[in-house]
């Protein structure tokens, strides 16, 4: 085999065949010295025919360690890092060169277990212990805002009831005989107007989840008890801001601000982008006597309106300053709450006022070891639970639509 066109596992193989070849030569040579020394201890001399076989021998064993060394050198141009393979050793061994030399006697080479690190670097290292960081990397957690800009109060029923104007006839006027204008205006009947209500109630809701868990490992891992209460927590405030904005009101969900809102009709037939879309939308509040001072929208929409520039060949932004912060100017007077739990394209503009969240019972966690067969599992199970509802006051003072 042409040693030039040899790859890394040709020469892998062709040192392991040459360093075989080169252990039987030399025991060849080893067990003819051994011949010779009996002939010389019979005959006191070596005959000729051993003395031509140890030479054969030796010049054979000379070249399959020169084949070895080329065959190591050529291994050692591919990894220039690698140890001396046992080839390699044995043939730059002191002994074995004198042996050689002489071309007589044997050579002898102790080799020993190397200790070292295993490559690449695995979690299977006795002796290296890994530098273990502390805490548990977790996702992001999404910026939770709806209900910080919300009214919040408390209800120890499972049922809000508020009372709520259904009509209301508005006839203030002047004291006056209607019949008779000119006539006297005193001794006369006073306007009369007129307000109806209708008792409204929304139901207070439960939110809750579980994560079972080995008793083993909550008492082998202090970290991971309090890591998934704080999960677990932050999971159901994550759902609770969902169901604030979103909620639809049916299989026991909370019945949300958009879910409950006006909708939006385009009055201005001037509508080119979101910004526009944005002040029509306040204007039919301000039409039904409502000063919405809020914007729930989607962080892309959001970056839409923000980047928007005034043309094609003008680069100054319409509204967005990148010398302010992303959350630092209002839009048209309404405070944006910009968040993921708002669908991508829709919004929602109002009053703050003109809802409230009640809190029930706020979320708590609590752990049983007595679930289902936790008892002969060694298990136990994590439970985070809050209730709650939201109420909107106006429909009227909350407008959704979509940008």
């Known amino acids: 085999m042409d040693t030039v066109t040899l790859n890394k596992n040709d020469l892998e193989a062709a040192l392991l065949k040459s360093q075989g070849e080169l252990m039987k030569a030399n025991d060849k040579v080893e067990a003819t010295i051994e011949k010779m020394q009996g002939e010389i201890d019979e005959a006191k001399t070596a005959s ?101 800009v919300i009214p919040t109060g408390t209800t120890s029923s499972n049922l809000v009831e508020f009372a709520k104007e259904n009509a209301y006839t508005n006839n203030a006027g002047p004291q006056r005989d209607t019949a008779s204008p000119m006539a006297a205006v005193e001794n006369v009947a006073k306007n009369e107007s007129a307000i109806t209500f209708t008792l409204a109630t929304m139901p207070v809701v439960t939110l809750a989840h579980f994560i079972p868990v080995s008793k083993q490992v909550l008492a082998d891992s202090p970290q991971l008890s309090a890591y998934i209460d704080g999960r677990l927590s932050y999971g159901l405030s994550l759902k609770e801001e969902t169901q604030i904005l979103k909620g639809l009101g049916t299989g026991n969900e909370y019945e949300g601000i958009q879910t409950q809102a006006t909708a939006y009709v385009p009055e201005s037939p001037q509508l080119t982008n979101e910004i526009d879309i944005v002040r029509d939308a306040i204007t039919q509040a301000q039409v039904a006597e409502y000063s919405p001072n ?16 005034v043309g094609s060949s003008d680069d100054r932004y319409v509204y967005g300053d990148p010398n302010m912060s992303w959350l630092a100017t209002p839009l048209w007077g309404l405070t944006p709450v910009v968040t993921n739990s708002q669908t991508a394209g829709t919004f929602l503009l109002g009053d703050s006022m003109g809802a409230m969240v009640f809190d029930r019972q706020q979320s708590a966690v609590e752990i049983s070891y007595e679930h289902s067969d936790n008892f002969t599992k060694n298990m136990a199970t994590i439970l985070a639970e809050l209730r709650g509802c939201v109420v909107v006051f106006r429909n009227e003072a909350w407008i959704t639509g979509s940008l």
């Open 48 to 148: 000729v025919e051993s003395k031509n076989e140890l030479e054969a021998l030796t010049t054979k064993a000379a070249d399959l360690a020169d084949r070895c060394v080329e065959l190591e050198q050529r291994e050692d141009d591919l990894h220039k890092d690698a140890e001396d393979s046992l080839g390699a050793q044995f043939v730059k061994n002191a002994d074995y060169l004198s042996t050689i030399e002489r071309r007589q006697g044997s050579a002898r080479m102790e080799t020993k277990t190397a200790i070292i690190n295993t490559f690449p670097a695995s979690s299977v290292q006795p002796l290296v212990q890994g530098d273990r960081l502390s805490g548990i990397s977790a996702v992001p957690n999404r910026r939770l805002t709806i209900k910080d």
């Open 294 to 309: 809020l914007l729930v929208i989607n962080p892309v929409d959001w970056d839409s309106i923000q980047r928007r520039k």
